[in-house]
């Protein structure tokens, strides 16, 4: 055995694939920390930013791991590793993946948005994919809403994004939709003066936007009155049960009756031989 051939060949390899190997090693370790850093970078920036703080970790991390997997493919290549091959397996192995789970990356991908864009937040009251609630959690995937009667509701995000979205918390105040019927012999005078007396007398109807308060149309059985105050969010619906009650004592105080649907059946006595 001739030492100095093999001692030649050893020298080769050292210098022919340990320097691409320790090439290698420097790349995964410094594009380890750069990714490092650059995660912690992104989470400040989103933070500052104001994302949903259920976002900003997983936005981090995905930005960690992509530039790890360049960092990973960087290195195979500084080592010699033909890559090519490689990379196309990784894509048609993400094409399966994203094709066997269509629906739950439509979910995760409207989930992305709902807190990006936040049409909605953690405490509103809204109606979304069919339901109304007050919402609990806004998760990737899955969003939680707590119907008024306290029944927990779990709608997939694919169906919050692609439908519309009513947030009865979003303006600090709501305007109440009213329609009174009087009788078509009430003094309408008297009946809009009583309704504006209440309106009035109500501290939490606001001042701006003014209250509308008006002859609306003529119904089959009354002539209806619009009633529309402005309150503040937090006092709708009590504003709302405690005028109803109001304006029917003071109407019927007043003189004024609130008629039951009706109809006038008129009978007409016909000849018998007429009638023949």
Known sequence: MDLASIAEDLRILIYGYGLKVLGGIAVLVVGRFVAGWLRGLTRRGLGRA??????????????????????LLSAAGV???????????????????????????SNFSAGVLLLTLRPFRV???VEVGGVTGTVREIGIFLST????DNVRVTVPNSSISGAIIKNFSAH???RIDLVVGVSYDDDLNVAVRTVQDILKADARVLDEPAAVVAVHEMADSSVNLIVRPWVKTSDFWPTRWDLTKTIKERLEAAGCSIPYPQRDVHLYRVDASNAA
């Open 50 to 71: 104001g994302f949903d703080p259920t976002l900003v970790p997983f936005l981090s991390n995905l930005v960690f791991t992509g530039l790890l997997v360049l960092v």
């Open 79 to 105: 080592v010699g590793i033909n890559t090519t091959s490689f990379i196309a397996v990784l894509g048609a192995a993400g094409l399966a993946v994203a094709l066997a789970f269509q629906s739950t990356l």
């Open 123 to 125: 405490g509103d009251t």
């Open 145 to 148: 809403l707590a119907t008024p």
């Open 172 to 174: 600090d105040t709501r």
